[in-house]
């Protein structure tokens, strides 16, 4: 499969590559973002980011007084806010730091940590269902944690962004799914058609804390941002609320906490330089890595075995993480009925619709993310929601299309956004019915559909 020839039909493929976001777009969002921030925050931010980038080598000392700054705290605060989410272990929500007064909230936070007293929390460990059935560890840590995390973020963001390569796109400033999805179409039509799809298994809970710090330390050497992290990846872990079972670990980053993010990129970034070295997979095979957090694939025209194993001997033998093997698969888009599913999005080499001897690429929204969609949009219109006013249930269920539709209309998507359209607008018939014990009908002269769209639901 990985050593298949190229065939002469390869002139008959049609590459149409929709153009990701221009620089100009991005410094645009980046921009945004950091009005967002208040002017001294940012003017600190942008001059650790420009010594960053100008000394490639250099190891940030003096960060701590920052992070416990006022203005850093403030800030901070307002994006746990925004953000929202539940209480952690100790049970303190939002709502009740706003009543009893966030002025006054973080100025204890703020003693706190400049008189060196600030102890990290226990996390509160809850589980979400996954696709396969089975269920997803979180770590919610306490408010007050999440606004030291967030505050560290804050400091510590522009410092490693500077290092970070084009290849990783989660959970950055400036990069998003769609540029990554663009990415690889865009190999896929310039030939790299062969893929290594890798899965790791558990990554969030399996990076070791030790060699996790000293890639902090390439750029951090000041000790009391360096035991901030230590605190929180070593916080206990506790199950069932408050008074339940608590653990400590000495792998894993919480994944629900506000920093475990940036250091879950941080871990993975050295992946990534490897990968591009001089003795590296990009330059020996000609491979190109498109990274997502730990969702990452391998593109190249053939991977073979020695490919297969750099990569594998890099991921678990060097970094200490694991391959889970059933997942990972190595795929020739070439040939007949493979797809690659990568970020909700599948890619497959199809047919010309009209009958030409022509192929594309086609990139369209999986089976897996349109049945997570259809169930979504069972539970929201069932008979539980029959007290609901119809006006107010379709408010919501406007609300939730608009936010599917904006990530899956990338691609040729339009087969995936009719299949939705039906499945609303029979559920939303059958919820009408129900809703009334004589059966209800439309007026005469009207249709079920055009009583919905006169009621305000959209059509994707």
């Known amino acids: 499969m ?3 020839k190229r065939t002469q039909r390869e002139p008959e493929l049609i590459g ?3 153009t990701g976001p221009t620089t100009e777009e991005q410094e645009a969002e980046l921009t945004v973002r950091e009005a967002m921030l208040p002017a001294k925050l940012r003017d600190k931010r942008a001059k650790l980011s420009a010594k960053a980038k100008q000394e490639k080598r250099y190891r940030f000392y003096s960060l701590y007084g920052l992070v416990s700054d006022p203005e850093t705290l403030k800030a901070a605060w307002v994006q746990v806010r925004v953000n929202g989410g539940k209480p952690g272990v100790d049970g303190v929500s ?6 009893e007064g966030e002025e006054a909230f973080l100025e204890e936070l703020g003693r706190e940590l400049k008189e060196k007293r600030y102890r990290a929390g226990a996390v509160r460990r809850v589980y979400i269902p996954k696709a396969n059935g089975k269920l997803r560890p979180l770590g919610i840590p306490n408010i007050r944690d ?3 995390q967030s505050a560290v973020v804050l400091i510590l963001e522009p410092i490693f962004e500077a290092d970070f390569l084009e290849c ?3 959970f950055r400033p400036g990069k998003s799914a769609h540029q990554a999805l663009e990415k690889i179409r865009e190999q896929l039509v310039g030939g790299r058609t062969t893929i290594y799809d890798a899965d790791l298994e558990g990554y969030f809970d399996s ?3 030790g060699k996790l710090m000293e890639c902090v330390r390439m750029r951090v050497v000041d000790g009391s941002v360096l035991k901030l992290i230590k605190q929180w990846l070593e916080a206990p872990v506790e199950e069932g609320g408050k008074g339940g079972k608590r653990e400590r670990r000495d792998r894993g980053t919480p994944q629900g906490g506000v920093i475990s993010p940036l250091l879950a990129n941080i871990y993975l970034h050295w992946f990534d ?3 591009h070295a001089g003795q590296g997979a990009a330059q020996r095979a000609k491979a190109v890595l498109v990274r997502y957090a730990d ?3 391998v593109m190249a025209r053939q991977i073979g075995e020695e490919l297969k194993g750099y990569v594998e001997e890099k991921i678990e033998g060097w970094l200490g993480l694991k391959i889970n093997r059933e997942k990972t698969q190595v795929v020739d888009l070439r040939e007949s009925g493979a797809v690659l599913d990568f970020l909700g999005y599948s890619f497959r080499l199809d047919r010309d619709q009209y009958g030409r001897k022509t192929r594309y690429w086609n990139m369209h929204p999986s089976r897996k993310a349109l049945a997570r969609e259809r169930e979504k949009l069972r539970k929201m219109i069932g008979k539980q929601q029959c007290y609901q006013p119809l006006p107010e249930l379709i408010g919501q269920i406007n609300r939730h299309l608009r936010g599917w539709s904006n990530y899956f209309r990338k691609g040729y998507s339009r087969d995936a956004m009719r299949q939705i359209n039906t499945m609303v607008r029979e559920r939303l018939a059958r919820h009408l019915r129900r809703r009334s014990q004589r059966g209800w009908r439309p007026r005469k002269g009207t249709t079920v559909y055009v009583h919905l769209e006169r009621m305000g639901l959209i059509y994707l």
């Open 2 to 4: 990985a050593g298949t």
């Open 16 to 18: 149409l590559v929709k």
């Open 94 to 99: 939002i709502e009740q730091i706003e009543k």
């Open 146 to 148: 999440r606004v030291v």
């Open 168 to 170: 990783s796109y989660g």
């Open 207 to 209: 990076i070791p804390h």
């Open 273 to 275: 330089r490897v990968f």
């Open 295 to 297: 969702d990452f694939v």
